[in-house]
């Protein structure tokens, strides 16, 4: 049934509001939301093309506007500013904001960091088959524009907030699309080597997994967002010389358990203080080589999942599905525009120069279903688990918050979820947020909160930095080999030399024994030459001092060579890393082995550069520890930092609870306050009303506060208190009063009062709904009657104050009212108020003995489209109950509605130019049609060709068929269209 009925009642806002408030009342244009909304299927249709075109805005839109059109009800939401944040306006990381404080000592050049708000993009999930047939007769409570990316939220039958989203997906929308826009611009960020983050918020059932984690088995266009991030990472990368890896965990009472390995079920998360990155060293970390692979670690981590949540009697719905990938890239040809004058030794030392890594990290998280953070304690929930599944998402909801308001503290460790993600929400990585919705009316409450997130979520402001490192890992693993090869070449040539030594040394050894031998032999043989003896012995030494010559030269040139041949495979080493110097080195090498250093000054060079290309590594080596020392100083410094940071938070704790404190006395003192309140409030009945008036206007503006923003919920938790303590009896009393003027305020306080539903029960219990039954009689004033029957009508959508309202006459006191009255606008609040009481199954009989149905067709004289519809909702709804209590057998008969002659209006009316009033009598129509009881008076009514109309030309879809099949099932309108031809 259509009972969505919030009047707001603006005109007598603070003078403040109401100038930048022009509206009054309910806006005209509000009146044609429910035809847009009959047509949104189509428009939906016509605008796909159009948002296709409009590429991947999502990227690059800056509009954050929170734009509604909901009156004036919701004046701080309105434009009253600017509602367009300008590019300039970016907001720094505030000292403590998520992630915020670390990252400074980053290698990146770009130390600031780029700013990158965190995209919100909205999806709208199909009706399913349940609310295919529940929902049959409700109009969607979502509305898409895409090509505006605008989401209206519906209130009631004309009046809806819009809200403004960097991309909103329809239900068309396919699940490549939804990738391309959420996902794609941070995966690609993430391949430049920026983390990145894609997190999917709902209700349960409203297709996070859908978007996130479907596998894409049987049809390959379903393919969800991490398959399709993985298939673009593959893609960009080259498994050469980069590297791919996962972790797949699930977060649930606080507690991270590996998706991939089950025995592993409590991991610790671990933050580099330095860097601020956040890690999960316990977590078990998958190599990705190709597309299949990782398939299988995705089935692999559902199937555990799924056995874990049986183990612990859970959901999946419950816990937080997390996937992390880690990708490390090398960055080659970074430094390439050296000057080089082929100059080895320059050469050299640049290639000493460590590569570049880039470590970036995706996180894809399918987030527990958000209703669990209302729901903490209700059934199926044992209490640890709705604190457990609260604490996260809530303390997510908090951050965001802290962070949407620039708050100095943002409360990141009260959660795994917000440690874990410290990065992602006012950190350093690119964030985009997909919150998905369902159309169903019934699911209003839900939905609007999680649109109330994304909001939020859309104001906070990361700043990207690249995660950029040099690699001195691996140089010194070069450097380690190289090293290496020298020692064993150099040990190689050594022996080599040794040999040819002991070699030479033998051989002369052995001319010289063998001349002496020869010397010998030669004065044994000549006795007489014994005379020249001396003569002999100087040939002798001076034979001997020729071969030791020879021998001294022969080692001197061995180790010329030696030192050639170092040379030589220490250029060799040379040639291999640059082969351009190489071309000119290898042919002189080459005569080098022949040739002495002294005749060959170019190998002299060389060996002059040589040695000093040694000293620079030798130097770069030294310079690379003192970098090493410098940077544990700076660590050293840092935690030093930390501890000076944390002495200062627990001081501003101290701080707030003395505030706190400070608080708690101020509240008791205004209570004192107000109580004196009310005694001036008694001298002045008698007299003057200004201050009591100026009074009403503050509470009424107090009372118009929306109920879902979080961030006030204290605030707002005090004000109800004070409303309950002193307030309410006080502003019913006041509907007494004897000043016409605050009577009227009163009254339109307690109508705003009541279009909140949550004040809606207070308002009954404390009186509230007799005293504005009782205001319909007393008074004569029109705008009381407006603005009371209005009220009325909010209340009347609970079953329990429908009955109240009947039990205590309230049906003939909306009848007088609506039989007195001339104004269009009450006209519409009696209608709807009475509208609401036609659909309650209960009271049908004693509406109608009341006159309930009479007063209703009696509205009609006033041809406002307004009132019209109103008429129609409450007919249509009687219709239904009707139809229902005839299908159980509980009602036998002509209808209520025939017996008091609303079918000629009905017929008339059928094909009203107001798609609101056209819709409502259409399925009145359908409903009437379904009892032969009715068909005789339908069919001399006239009513049959309306039927046929609307089973062939009604744009609804699910009330085209319903005519259909109504009129196919009915012997008696078979029978006259037979006769009619
Ligand atoms: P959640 O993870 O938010 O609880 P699911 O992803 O499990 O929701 O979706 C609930 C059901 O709705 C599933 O059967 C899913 O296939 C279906 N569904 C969700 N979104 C869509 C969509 N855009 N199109 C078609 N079916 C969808
Ligand atoms: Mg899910």
């Given amino acids: 049934f259509f009972f969505f009925f919030f009047f707001f009642f603006p005109t007598f806002l603070p003078s403040q509001f109401s100038r930048t408030l022009p509206l009054t009342g309910i806006p005209l244009a509000a009146t044609v939301a429910f035809s847009l909304s009959d047509l949104s299927r189509c428009s939906h249709s016509l605008t796909l093309d159009l948002a296709a075109m409009a590429t991947s805005a999502f990227g690059t839109t800056t509009a954050t506007s929170n734009y509604r059109n909901g009156g004036a009800a919701n004046a701080r939401n309105l434009p009253k500013n600017s509602s367009v944040k300008s590019k300039t306006g970016v907001r720094k990381s505030a000292p403590g904001s998520l992630g915020g404080g670390g990252a400074a000592s980053s290698s990146s050049k770009d130390d600031a960091g780029v700013p990158g708000r965190v995209r919100v993009a909205v999806r709208l999930r199909p009706r399913n088959a349940e609310e295919m047939v529940a929902d049959a007769d409700f109009a969607d409570c979502v509305e898409l524009q895409p090509e505006l990316k605008r989401l209206k939220l519906r209130k009631n039958n004309w009046d809806s907030d819009t809200y403004e989203f960097d991309e909103v ?6 699940q ?5 826009v959420v996902a794609k611009p941070v995966v690609e960020s993430v391949l430049d080597g920026y983390n990145g983050t894609v997190m999917a918020y709902g209700q349960t059932g409203t297709g996070k997994t859908y978007t996130v984690g479907q596998l894409g088995d049987e049809d390959m266009a379903a393919r969800g967002i991490m398959v399709r991030a993985m298939e673009d990472i593959l893609a960009g990368v080259s498994l050469e010389s980069d590297s791919i890896s996962v972790s797949y965990m699930q977060l649930y009472m606080e507690t991270i358990q590996d998706l991939l390995d089950p025995t592993n079920d409590n991991i610790s998360i671990v933050e580099d203080h330095k860097t601020g990155d956040v890690s999960l060293p316990g977590a078990t970390q998958v190599e990705i080589r190709d597309h299949h692979s990782f398939l299988e670690i995705l089935k692999l981590g559902e199937d555990h999942r799924f056995a874990a949540n049986t183990k612990l009697n859970t959901e999946s719905s419950r816990s937080h599905a997390i996937l992390m990938v880690n990708l490390r890239r090398s960055v080659k040809g970074k430094d390439s525009a050296v000057s080089s004058e082929n100059s080895s030794s320059l050469q050299t030392v640049k290639s000493l120069k460590p590569s570049v890594v880039r470590k970036a990290k995706l996180v894809v998280v399918d987030l527990a279903g958000s209703e669990r953070i209302h729901k903490s304690g209700s059934e199926g929930h044992t209490l640890e688990e709705a604190k457990s599944i609260n604490l996260s998402l809530s303390a997510l909801g908090k951050c965001i918050n802290a962070l949407a308001e620039n708050s100095p503290h943002i409360p990141v460790r009260d959660s795994k979820l917000t ?8 950190g350093t990585a690119r964030t985009s947020l997909v919150i998905t919705v369902g159309p169903s009316p019934r699911h209003r409450g839900e939905t609007a909160s999680t649109i109330m997130f994304g909001q939020r979520a859309m104001k906070v402001e990361n700043m990207l930095k690249l995660k950029e490192e040099f690699d001195y890992k691996s140089l010194s693993r070069r450097l380690d080999i190289q090293l290496d090869k020298l020692i064993a070449e150099h040990e190689r040539q050594q022996k080599i030399f040794e040999d040819e030594i002991e070699r030479l040394t033998a051989e002369a050894e052995r001319q010289l024994s063998d001349a002496e031998r020869n010397y010998v032999q030669a004065l044994e043989g000549s006795s007489p030459l014994v005379l020249y003896w001396p003569c002999y012995v100087f040939c002798f030494q001076k034979e001997r001092s020729k071969y030791q010559k020879e021998y001294l030269e022969s080692i001197k040139k061995l180790e010329e060579k030696w030192t050639m041949n170092q040379r030589k495979s220490v250029n060799d080493e040379n040639k291999l890393r640059h082969k351009d110097v190489g071309s000119n080195v290898l042919p002189n090498a080459k005569e080098s082995k022949v040739a002495p250093i002294e005749e060959n000054p170019e190998m002299k060079k060389l060996l002059e550069k040589e040695t000093a290309h040694r000293k620079a590594v030798e130097e770069e080596v030294w310079t690379l520890k003192t970098q090493l020392a410098e940077s544990r100083r700076s660590e050293a410094l840092q935690s030093s930092e930390i501890v000076k940071l944390r002495k200062m938070l627990d001081d501003e704790a101290h701080q707030k609870e003395k505030l706190e404190m400070e608080i708690g006395k101020l509240q008791s003192h205004l209570l004192q306050l107000s109580v004196e309140a009310d005694e001036t409030r008694r001298q002045l009945d008698s007299g003057g009303s200004e201050e009591v008036l100026s009074g009403l206007d503050s509470l009424l503006h107090q ?17 109800a208190k004070l409303f309950e303590q002193v307030g309410l ?21 307690v ?3 009541a279009a909140e539903e949550a004040n809606q029960e207070k308002i009954v219990e404390a009186g509230g709904l007799t005293s504005l039954l009782k205001l319909l009689i007393s008074s004569e004033d029109e705008t009381i009657h407006r603005v009371a029957a209005g009220a009325i009508a909010n209340l009347a959508m609970s079953e329990t104050n429908q009955e109240l309202i009947m039990a205590q006459g309230g049906v003939r006191l909306l009848s007088n009212t609506a039989s007195s009255a001339e104004d269009p606008q009450t006209l519409r609040m009696v209608a709807g108020a009475i509208a609401n009481l036609c659909g309650n199954d209960k009271l049908q009989m004693k509406l109608r003995g009341e006159g309930g149905i009479k007063a209703l067709l009696g509205m009609v004289r006033c041809r406002h489209p307004d009132v019209l519809s109103q008429v129609a909702r409450g007919i249509a709804n009687f219709a239904k109950c009707e139809s229902r209590a005839s299908a159980q057998g509980v009602k036998a008969g002509r209808s209520l509605l025939i017996e008091d002659g609303a079918l000629p209006w009905i017929v008339q009316n059928a094909n009203n130019e107001a798609a609101s009033v056209r819709r409502h009598i259409e399925l009145a129509l359908c409903h009437l049609a379904q009892h032969e009881a009715n068909a005789r008076d339908m069919i001399n009514g006239g009513a049959v060709w309306e039927m046929v109309r609307i089973s062939r030309d009604c744009p609804r879809e699910d009330i085209r068929s319903l005519a259909h099949r109504t009129l196919t099932s009915s012997h008696s309108f078979q029978a006259e269209m037979r006769r009619l031809g």
Avoid: C, M, W
Avoid at 176 to 180: A, G, N, Q, S
Avoid at 419 to 426: A, I, K, Q, T, V
Avoid at 729 to 749: G, N, Q, Y
């Fill in 729 to 749: 009896h006080k502003i019913l009393s006041l509907l007494e009063a004897e000043d016409a003027d605050v009577r009227i305020h009163a009254v339109k306080v």
């Fill in 419 to 426: 440690r874990l993600l410290r990065d992602s929400f006012g």
């Fill in 176 to 180: 490549k699309r939804v990738y391309e």
């Fill in 169 to 174: 997906l329809t239900e068309f929308a396919s």
């Fill in 751 to 753: 109508a705003n009062l």
């Fill in 703 to 719: 009372s118009r506060q929306p109920q879902s923003d979080n961030s006030e919920t204290g605030d707002k938790e005090s004000v």
